[in-house]
């Protein structure tokens, strides 16, 4: 199965000015576990939650840009990737997400929670 078939679509973005405070807001009420930050209209990084938990918590504030906190760069595989492919690039960096982009455009994003949907279909 290709990444493309199993991705979520519905990508969020945040600019890199926006509180981590309104971050953690948009995510709670669309119940995702990361956003996509812009800086100029450009994706540059991503927050997660693993991000607000490790390095907001702990040494930051809720009230600070969302930009001081973000994951970069991006890690991005194509639609055309295969699950097992996009799973061991997830297992030998340590991460729960890839962003999936065709023709420099971000189309989704490839979660460990899709993972084991096509996992569980098996």
Not at 4 to 11: L, P, S, T, W, Y
Not at 15 to 39: A, D, F, N, P
Not at 72 to 90: F, G, N, Q, W
């Amino acid at each position: 199965m290709k990444v493309g078939e199993a991705m979520v679509k519905d990508v969020v973005f945040v600019e890199h000015k926006t509180t981590v405070l309104e971050v953690c807001r948009i995510m709670g009420q669309k119940r995702i576990g990361s956003v996509i930050v812009t800086r100029e209209n450009k994706p540059y990084g991503i927050f997660t939650e693993r991000d607000l938990v490790s390095r907001v918590l702990t040494e930051g504030n809720l009230e600070d840009e969302v930009g001081k906190y973000t994951s970069t760069p991006l890690i991005t595989v194509s639609p055309d990737y295969t699950v097992r492919e996009s799973a061991k690039i997830m297992a030998d960096m340590g991460i729960k997400r890839l962003v999936v982009v065709e023709n420099g455009e971000i189309k989704g994003i490839f979660t460990a929670s899709d993972l084991a949907k096509v996992v569980a279909k098996i």
